[in-house]
């Protein structure tokens, strides 16, 4: 399916109305929407402006952000035209020397994790939380790709949605050979936000932004 294809982005905001404030962008998880991820932004830095993207295909009640061939690993061609698409309104509502980080939460992970691996410079940094990075979907992950990129990656010991070989390959990936300068998470929880992790995510944004 062509980018061209899906309906223009729905998008929820909150935080600052400065269209040069940095953009913290939400993505949610697969089969859920905007409105449920920007309840986040309340518990985050003031200041930014936050911006909680619906996903372009409808799944489940809710939206994904491509189509897959297992829980963790995008169709290739799928995340391709999405991310495409998610590019052209970014570069309309964020131009180059606005600061962007990408938010994602599961699905929202994984397709976080595609952005910054197709195109690292463009971002000031991803929090990956309790998702994958998708590998095998035609993107670079080699060694030194997220190369000095300020990386969070949460994940639960007790996760049993993701795919735990799909956690420890992110895990391991983000922490050495990335390259990224990443801050790491673990809990005992499973597959959802805990307060601790919302708070690491505040303390990250706060840091990032600041750096």
Do not use: C, K
């Not at 799944?59 to 391709?80: M, T």
């Amino acid at each position: 399916m062509s980018p061209a294809a899906f309906a223009p982005p729905v998008v929820a905001t909150h935080g600052s109305a400065d269209p040069a404030a940095p953009l913290v962008v939400l993505l949610h998880g697969r089969g859920s929407d905007e409105t449920q991820i920007l309840g986040l932004a309340a518990h985050l830095p003031a200041g930014p402006a936050y911006a909680a993207v619906r996903a372009p295909i409808a799944e489940g009640g809710g939206y994904a952000w491509f189509a897959n061939r297992g829980i963790g690993r995008p169709v290739e061609e799928s995340l391709r035209d999405t991310m495409d698409w998610f590019r052209t309104w970014l570069d309309e509502v964020a131009p180059a020397g606005r600061p962007v980080l990408l938010v994602g939460f599961s699905g929202g992970a994984a397709f976080a994790g595609g952005l910054v691996l197709d195109d690292p410079e463009r971002f000031a940094g991803a929090a990956i939380l309790y998702g994958t990075l998708p590998f095998e979907a035609g993107l670079a992950t080699t060694p030194g790709r997220l190369s000095h990129l300020p990386v969070l990656v949460a994940q639960g010991d007790a996760d049993h949605v993701i795919p735990r070989e799909l956690l420890d390959r992110t895990w391991h990936y983000l922490l050495s050979e990335s390259g990224a300068s990443t801050v790491a998470h673990r809990g005992p929880g499973g597959h959802q936000l805990t307060p601790d992790a919302v708070h690491q995510l505040g303390d990250w944004i706060d840091a990032t932004l600041a750096g």
